[in-house]
């Protein structure tokens, strides 16, 4: 997990964030809504993600990326 804060909120919460990372959290300090750096537990607390987990229990149909019928469409878009 991962929390984004921009370079005036980490001046101001710095005991706050370090708390965070301490807990486990990842902690992107971005400037100008650009990340520039990550702070994490140097006690490496952090999991790391485990890919393929649901291997063979997931189907995803063929068709998943076919455009919408009108009429779907249409009450997305509240018509």
Not at 47 to 69: E, H, M, V, W, Y
Request: a positive charge; charged letters at 25%.
């Amino acid at each position: 997990m991962s929390k984004v804060v921009n370079v005036h909120e980490a001046k101001t919460h710095l005991s706050r964030l370090l708390d965070d990372v301490g807990a486990g959290m990842e902690v992107i300090i971005a400037k100008a809504g650009k990340p520039v750096a990550r702070l994490i537990s140097i006690s490496g607390s952090v999991k790391q993600k485990r890919l393929g987990l649901l291997r063979g229990k997931i189907k995803i149909a063929g068709d998943f990326n076919a455009p919408l019928s009108d009429d779907v469409l249409a009450t997305f878009e509240g018509r």
